[in-house]
């Protein structure tokens, strides 16, 4: 089983700051995608990142993919309340297009 | 939004009763799957189907089943439920986009099982 770790688990911040969170694994991923889970609703999908070393950009977040495609980063820059949120990573496992999901990181921005 | 319902939304129920849950979706998708999410645990997935009564087993699916008689409709049965099924359970569809699927995931049902 291919298991992602997200680090930090919680993380609590002011408006205005930056923050990185990280996804790892001992296995590589042929791609990894990021989710944005707020209360009361399932996951959304953010982003995909495929090739090894890619960067996507999307507004103030940005997204890498290790280059050995074992672990990827969410940077988010000048953090705002509406970033709140619970960040999940995932990638392709087994058949029948599985996820495998990590832990999560719980954000909270406050004003 | 992939067309995803679930119901019921909110559910409290006993320890020892069978409990089922139902997610809908309007867009014929061939993929669907059961999750459930518990603080510091993620997403674990407990079955999922590749087509109309076909259906296999996820990581944590003791205690569970689920039927899939019709492409809308996936149900997922606590045949007797225990505390330790409280959770958020979501299900979700895979899409192709591009080059890649993602999943989409339905509002989610809480249960409390007591």
């Known amino acids: 089983t291919q298991l992602l770790e997200q680090s930090p688990q919680f993380l609590s911040i002011q408006e205005g700051e930056n923050l990185t969170v990280y996804c790892n694994s001992s296995?590589?991923?042929?791609?990894l995608q990021w989710y944005r889970q707020e209360p009361g609703e399932g996951p959304v999908l953010l982003v995909t990142?495929?090739?090894?070393?890619e960067v996507k950009k999307l507004k103030r977040l940005t997204f890498q993919f290790g280059d050995a495609r074992k672990d990827s980063s969410l940077h988010i820059t000048a953090a705002q309340p509406g970033d709140t949120g619970l960040y999940l990573c995932?990638?392709?496992?087994?058949?029948?297009?599985?996820?495998?999901f990590g832990s999560g990181t719980q954000l909270t921005v406050l004003p | 939004d992939a067309g995803i319902t679930q119901s019921p939304r909110h559910k409290v129920t006993e320890t020892g009763t069978p409990v089922t849950l139902r997610c809908h979706q309007t867009?014929?998708?061939?993929?669907m799957y059961w999750y459930r999410q518990d603080p510091g645990h993620g997403l674990r997935l407990i079955h999922y189907?590749?087509?109309?009564?076909?259906?296999d087993k996820g990581e944590v699916s003791d205690g569970y089943s689920v039927s899939r008689s019709k492409t809308e409709d996936f149900l997922l049965t606590l045949e007797s439920a225990t505390s330790s099924q409280t959770s958020v359970y979501f299900c979700?569809?895979?899409?192709?986009?591009?080059?890649?699927?993602?999943?989409?995931f339905g509002p989610g049902t809480r249960l409390l099982v007591l």
């Open positions: 979700a569809v895979s899409r192709a986009g591009g080059t890649q699927e993602t999943q989409y």
């Open positions: 867009e014929n998708h061939r993929y």
């Open positions: 296995s590589v991923f042929s791609s």
């Open positions: 995932a990638g392709p496992s087994g058949s029948a297009r599985q996820l495998t």
């Open positions: 189907s590749y087509g109309v009564k076909d259906t």
């Open positions: 990142v495929v090739t090894g070393g």
